[in-house]
């Protein structure tokens, strides 16, 4: 998988694929992250990206151009399934958004910033608009670094059977169970025997009563329309 993040802000963007589970998708070849500045794709010396608002009003509003200009030169080299749009109007992210999205081969990720983009970029090229919850970033490249993290880590390959993502926090519609390690007693605090019967019949049933508990005092609104 391809993920083209295209910023103003490329530098916000430096961190998270070089590390850890992200770069090791990288050097396994699963997926990798590009960063385009898109200020690269701007004419004259002052690498404009956005202008005042038609209508007035504060905050300037990023152009089309440049955007245009950048998703041209992607799509010249390859072919993407999605061109998404981050901003808080868009779908809420979640776990079932973040597996389809790991189904695709190739993605772009815009990131908004100022006000947004001109409208006619959504109406041109966007295929999808992404928030990450009911709050406003001041741009959208945190919740890009967020969204391509979620997805890339669903990428069979990508983590290994002792971080396996299917055992995640809503992957099965409820909360994960508690987990323990040594020792197995601290300060008089013991981890459940029934952990370190090595039933694993016992674990499994343990593991699920845990994850429905707690699903049920944190997360209510996950079980609804759910037989528990
Ligand atoms: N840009 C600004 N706020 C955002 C949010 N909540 N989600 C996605 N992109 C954003």
């Not at 061109?83 to 979640?94: A, E, L, Q, R």
């Not at 197995?184 to 429905?212: D, T």
Request: hydrophobic share 35%.
């Amino acid at each position: 998988m391809h993920i083209d993040i295209i910023t103003v802000v490329p530098g916000l963007l430096e961190g998270p694929f070089s590390h850890s589970i992200l770069k090791r998708a990288e050097d396994k070849g699963i997926a990798k992250v590009k960063v385009h500045n898109l200020r690269d794709y701007t004419e004259g010396k002052q690498r404009q990206v956005d202008d005042y608002a038609f209508g007035g009003g504060a905050g300037m509003v990023m152009m089309i151009e440049p955007i245009a200009k950048c998703i041209a030169a992607l799509k010249s080299e390859r072919e993407y399934d999605e061109v998404i749009y981050m901003s808080p109007d868009g779908k809420t992210f979640n776990q079932s958004m973040a597996n389809e999205l790991s189904l695709k081969q190739n993605l772009i990720i815009l990131c908004g910033h100022y006000k947004g983009v001109d409208e006619r970029v959504r109406e041109k090229y966007i295929t999808r608009e992404i928030s990450i919850g009911d709050y406003v970033l001041s741009g959208g490249e945190l919740a890009a670094a967020v969204v391509a993290d979620a997805i890339i880590r669903l990428i069979p390959g990508v983590l290994n059977d002792e971080t396996s993502a299917l055992t995640d926090s809503f992957q099965d519609g409820l909360l994960a169970p508690p987990v323990y390690t040594r020792p197995s007693e601290y300060e008089g605090m013991k981890v459940p025997e029934v952990l370190m019967s090595g039933h694993q019949a016992k674990i499994e049933n343990w593991r699920f009563e845990a994850s429905v508990r707690r699903t049920k005092e944190r997360r209510p609104d996950l079980l609804q329309g759910r037989e528990t």
